[in-house]
């Protein structure tokens, strides 16, 4: 039986000063740093055996896999980033404080911006300062395909193209996989493999450094959910 393993990244330097992040590359915390490598610990102490990692291309993410392999002695097996498993793209959101926006725009706004399925956030052009498309991780993609902003239903659009590619093949091979990424794409990749209906999806919470296990048969049927603590 094949185990998947999700860890969302430990806190960013800006979770803990309240900013919208997205597509920006900040870096962990202090506090994050500590929380990937508690997953480390646990995923050592659970005996699982890895052979396939995945991450997105931004440093938060990327870190806590590192943290998390070397806490349980597998930094060496196959790593491969993409931009799909990256955090959904906030717009013209990001670097903003919560706080303060939920204060001029409202709570409700706010609340629809960071929770719902298919609301956009404002969009930033490709002009704007902060654009994606001057970043140099992104040069080789197609212009049209780089957001200025998503919802979870565009993540979750971008993100189902590498777990058929990638992902699911290697749980069918019996492959074991751990994945490091984002709040967003990790519950992207929930919904889809739970099988969430899109107004419960609003609900789902993903803990910073808690690694979640799910046991698959080989037709990719989820047989068993556990989080690690």
Known sequence: MAKLVLIRHGQSAWNLSNQFTGWVDV???????????????????????FDQAYTSVLTRAIKTLHYALEGCGQLWIPEMKTWRLNERHYGALQGLNKKETADKYGAEQVHIWRRSYDVLPPLLKETDEGSAAKDRRYANLDPRIIPGGENLKVTLERVIPFWEDHIAPDLIQGKNVIIAAHGNSLRALTKYIENISDADIMNLEMATGEPVVYDFNKHLDVQSKTKLD
């Not at 490598?37 to 102490?45: D, F, I, R, T, V």
């Open 27 to 49: 870096d962990l915390s202090e506090k994050g740093v500590e929380e990937a490598q508690h997953a480390g610990e646990l995923l050592k102490q659970s005996g699982i055996e």
